[in-house]
């Protein structure tokens, strides 16, 4: 009887400690989720912000075209 009770025991902790896991796997996933929205909301502002200085520069430069020209 107290044998049954040990493995009935170590069954039970050991099925705890997996469910513990995958509640910390979720966890992780979560942030790392969240992480990647912030990775990607950068970077879209850098390419648009990246976007915008070509534009300038390109107008900048027929601005200094159009001068040398006259």
Request: charged content about 35%.
């Amino acid at each position: 009887m107290a044998l049954d009770n040990v493995i009935l025991a170590i069954i039970i902790g050991t099925l705890a400690a997996i469910v513990y896991s995958l509640r910390v796997l979720v966890l992780l996933e979560r942030r790392i989720s969240r992480m990647d929205e912030n990775i990607e909301k950068m970077t879209n502002h850098i390419s648009k912000e990246a976007a915008r200085i070509e534009a300038e520069e390109l107008r900048i430069e027929n601005n200094v075209a159009k001068k040398k020209k006259k």
